[in-house]
């Protein structure tokens, strides 16, 4: 199952960093555009490049939270963490990852409602004329990975607790 998991949020983190990339090249592309404006050569900025910049954007952040949880790499306090037995410190990693699944759980939840409430209104990016809806769900998809892993890593912190291999 942990490589299932594992797959998943890779699969997810790739995808997050290939939008990224995305984003870069449209971002050099309308740059270059505008640098050619002057020339009159019929080439410009791309319409809209805020619009698609802000919706791949938080579909990228939103595709790198399964790995980031998969890997314990969330940021967290951990000062007097050297000076607790095991024990204690799987306890406290497996509070965090019940802590994480809520607001995992709570924030995809609402992600849906403002996807659907998007979709009902029909509302658009202002220059690209995007439908808002569709950058929701691209969040989305991330969000339910999201999800997903973090009642993995509750598994997975049970059984550190109980001494099962993770």
């Given at each position: 199952?942990?490589k299932?998991i ?6 997810l983190?790739?995808?997050g960093?290939?939008v990224?990339?995305a984003?870069?090249?449209?971002t050099?592309?309308?740059i270059i555009?505008r640098?050619?404006?002057p020339?009159?050569?019929g080439?410009g ?5 805020y ?5 791949g954007?938080a579909a990228?952040?939103?595709?790198f ?6 890997r314990d790499a ?12 095991d024990?204690m410190?799987r ?5 965090f990852?019940l802590?994480?699944f809520?607001v995992?759980t709570?924030g995809?939840y ?8 998007k ?6 990016t202002l220059?690209?004329?995007?439908p808002v809806?569709q950058?929701?769900?691209?969040a989305l ?12 890593c509750?598994?997975?912190s049970?059984?550190r ?5 993770a």
């Amino acid at each position: 199952m942990s490589k299932i998991i594992e797959t998943l949020a890779v699969t997810l983190a790739i995808a997050g960093g290939l939008v990224l990339l995305a984003i870069v090249a449209l971002t050099c592309i309308s740059i270059i555009g505008r640098a050619l404006v002057p020339l009159d050569i019929g080439v410009g900025p791309i319409r809209g490049i805020y619009d698609m910049t802000e919706i791949g954007m938080a579909a990228a952040i939103f595709a790198f939270l399964p790995w980031a949880q998969f890997r314990d790499a969330h940021a967290r306090v951990d000062l007097f963490q050297s000076a607790m037995a095991d024990g204690m410190i799987r306890i406290f990693d497996l509070l965090f990852n019940l802590a994480m699944f809520v607001v995992a759980t709570v924030g995809t939840y609402r992600l849906f409602l403002g996807m659907q409430d998007k979709l009902s209104y029909g509302e658009t990016t202002l220059i690209a004329q995007i439908p808002v809806w569709q950058g929701y769900t691209a969040a989305l998809v991330g969000g339910i990975g999201f999800v997903v892993v973090a009642a993995f890593c509750i598994l997975r912190s049970v059984r550190r607790i109980v001494g099962l291999p993770a």
